[in-house]
C-alpha cells in the first residue's frame, strides 16, 4: 500500500511539473514517499540483493544434476580400408555423425556444496541489510533536510519580523522629528538600523533558498522547472527515550553492528567451505552415445538406415580427493589458517564497536537533554524578551527612551527568538542521531 501511494505521488508530482503547475507542496511523510520511490541508491542496493540471490541460485544449482547433449561430424582424409586378397573393405565411414547426452550428478561432497551454500546464503542476508540500512538512511537524511529548511524558514521569519519593528521605529522616529520632538539624528539613527539589518533578511532568504536545494537534491528532483515548498512548523519532535531500552535497540539494530555480525558469519561460512576443500567428491555419470553406420564394401555413410546406427550406454561412478590440500604448505591449509585469523581479528573489533556504540548513546541521550532543558529556558526567555520589547515600545512611543534603547530590546527579543528556534532544531538533529544509533527512521 504504501509503495503504491508512493508511485502515484510520483506520478502526480511529475505529471504537474510537466504541466508547469503551481507549486507542489509537500507534507514531510509526502517528501519520505517521494524521496524512497526516487532514491538511485536504494535502487542500486536493490539490484544488488537481487544478484546475490542469483549467486544462491547458482550456488544451489549443485545439488540437482548436470545435463548436456552434443552432436559430432568429422571427415576422414582418406578414409581408411583393408585389402583381404582381391577384395577391399573398409573400416570406417569419412563422414560419421555421432549423438550423446551425458548426465552427472553429485552424489556427496562431504560438506563443500553445503559450504557455498551457506556462504551465498549470507551474502544475500549482507546484501538486505545494505538495503534496508539505506532505505532507514535515505529517511533520515530527508527528515534532516526538512527540519534544516524549518528552520531556516523560522529564521528568515524571525528577522523579517524584526525588519517590520525596526521599520516601525522609523516612521515614529519621522512623526516624532515632525513634531519636533528629537533632533534629525534619531531619524537617520533608526533609518540606518533599518538599512544594516536587510542584510541579514537577504541573508536569510538566500539560506532557505540553499535549504530548498538541500532538500530537492535529497529527493533526487532533476526537473529545473519544478518548484516545491515544504509544509510544517519547527517543533521539537516528541519521543519517549528509556535508555535500557535504546541500549538494547542499538546493539540489536545498528547497522555497522549488524553489518559486522553478518561479515563475521560470512568470514566463519567461507572457513567452513575452505576446510571442506580437503575432502573428496562423489559423483555419478551415465552417458549414451550413437554413432552413424556407414557400408563396409562402398564406404558409403548410411544416415537413413536405422540399423546402421550403433548406441552405447556408459554408466558408473568417480571419486576425487584432492591429496594436495592435505599438505601443510597447501594453498588450502594455508587458506583455513588465514580465514581462523580473519575471524579473530573481526571478534576483537567487534568488541571495541560496541563499546564505542554504548558511549555514543549515552552521551546522544545526554545531548538531547540538555536541548530540552535549553528549549524550556528558550521559551521562557522569549516570553520575558516580548514583554521587555512592547515595554520598550511603549516606551519609546511615549518618549521616555531613545531608539538604543528599543533597539537593545528588538535585538534581545531576536536573539531569544533565534535562540530558541536553534535550540529545537538542534534538539530534534540529536533525536535523528540517537535514531541512526538504534538504527531506525522513527521512534
Known sequence: ??????????????????????????????????????????????????????DLAAARSGYYPSISASLTYSHLFPQPTQEVGPVTYYLAATDPLSLSANLSQTLYTFGKLKAGVKLAEEGVAQAGLDLAEETRKTVVLIKRAYYAYLLATEVLAINEQTLGRKQDALEVAQKRYEAGLV???????????????????????NAVRIALLNVRNTLGIKEEEFSFELLGALEPLQVKLERKGLLELALARKYELLSFRKGMDIVAAQE??????????????????????????????????????????????SLSVPVSAY?????????????ALQLENLRLQYQSLESGVRIAVESGLLKVAEQEAKIASGRKSVELAQRLYESAEQQYL????????????????NGAQLAYAQAIFEHNQNILELMDLAGVAEF
Open 1 to 54: 500500500m504504501k509503495r503504491l501511494a508512493a508511485t502515484v505521488l510520483a506520478a502526480v508530482v511529475l505529471a504537474a511539473a510537466a504541466a508547469g503547475a503551481e507549486t507542489y507542496r509537500f507534507t514531510l511523510e509526502q517528501a519520505i514517499a517521494y524521496g524512497l520511490q526516487n532514491s538511485a541508491s536504494i535502487k542500486s542496493k536493490a539490484l544488488a540483493l537481487e544478484a546475490a540471490k542469483q
Open 183 to 205: 533632533a534629525d539624528y534619531e531619524v537617520l539613527r533608526a533609518e540606518s538600523d533599518l538599512e544594516s539589518y536587510r542584510a541579514t533578511v537577504i541573508s536569510s532568504r
Open 272 to 317: 567452513r567451505l575452505n576446510r571442506s576443500l580437503n575432502k573428496p567428491t562423489l559423483a555419478g555419470f551415465v552417458s549414451y552415445q550413437l554413432a552413424s553406420g556407414f557400408d563396409a564394401a562402398t564406404g558409403a555413410n548410411e544416415y537413413f538406415s536405422a540399423d546402421a546406427w550403433d548406441g552405447s550406454l556408459t554408466a558408473g561412478l
Open 327 to 339: 599438505l601443510p604448505w597447501s594453498k588450502e591449509s594455508a587458506a583455513i589458517r588465514k580465514s
Open 398 to 413: 511615549g518618549g521616555y527612551i531613545s531608539s538604543i534603547d528599543l533597539k537593545d530590546a528588538q535585538l534581545g527579543l
